[in-house]
Structure formats: C-alpha cells, structure tokens
C-alpha cells in the first residue's frame, strides 16, 4: 500500500512541479520512483521467468504491437532526427516505471491479492500516474496499455520485456504525434 501512495504522490508531485520546466518536474519523479524501487526491492519474491533472449523477443513484439495502431493514422509526423535526446531520457523513465510499477507494485500486490488483482492494480496505477501528464481523455489508452504489459510481467516473469515495449510504444508515439 505504502509503495502504491508513493508512485500517486510522485505523479502528483510531477503535475505540481510542471509549471517549473518538463525536466525538473521529470527529475523529481524519477526521484521519488527511484527511492521507491529502492525501498522496495528486497521484499518482492522472485518468479520462475522465461530466459532472457524469448522475454526480449517477445517484449520487442508486444512493442510492436502497441505501436501497430498508429501505422494506420498514416506515416509518421516526425522524422528521427532530435530522437536521441528524448528518446534516451524517456527510455530511462520508462524503465523506472516498469521497474516500480511492475516489479513491485504488481509484484507485491500479486503476492498479497493474486495474479488477477495483481494485474489489475498495476494496471489502474499505471495509467492513473499518466493522468498529470496526459490528462483523463488518455486513460483508456494508458489503461489498455498497462493491461497489455501487466499481462506480459505476469507471462514472462520479467520486467525487462515490458520496459522494452514500453520504450517501444513511447518512441512510435512520438513518431506520429
């Protein structure tokens, strides 16, 4: 419960900061995440996981897939040049989501509720961290998203396959926003 009130407030902390700049805002976030995965991290017993190299593969593909919709909207809006500067930080908070969200928050709530509450809860928190960001009209898109990498944590027993598709999914969409 503890570790769940400290992502909320640390997604409320962002949306308060943001009136101070994207990358203050950004950082704090980070930093409180960071103090929560810390915090964290000894009490998640571990899963039997897939090996590396199939969670990768698959996690490269649930990527895919979340990108997949867009391809229909038309071609991309940007070109790739300026990627690498935003898609290096956002590859970084993306991974630190992933490493709290799904390898603590649905980590314990699985432990404490089962595989479907687990599921579930990861999912409602990850898309009610977007909120600030994003705004209420994104949340069935942010909820469908954390569904989808939920639901690959608890297939894989991995996180790293769901920050690959996280990362993924965020670099497609800036591509077309």
Known sequence: ???????????????????????????????????????????????AAWSILPSVLTGV?????????????????RHVQG?????????????????????QVQSLWTGIAGVTRGLLVSAGVFAAMHVPAYGLSAMPVDLAAGLTLAGLRALTGRVAPCAIAHVGADLGGWLWS
């Open 61 to 77: 593909l649930v990527g895919g897939l979340l990108v997949a919709p867009m391809y229909a909207t038309g071609p991309p809006m």
């Open 1 to 47: 419960m503890a570790l769940t009130a400290l992502v909320f407030s640390a997604s409320i902390a962002r949306a308060l900061l943001a009136p101070f700049g994207t990358t203050f805002s950004t950082a704090a976030f980070l930093a409180c995440l960071s103090i929560g995965w810390l915090a964290a991290r000894r009490s998640v017993a571990r899963q």
């Open 83 to 103: 990627i690498l500067p935003w898609g290096a930080g956002t590859a970084l908070v993306a991974a630190i989501e992933e490493a709290v969200v799904r390898g």
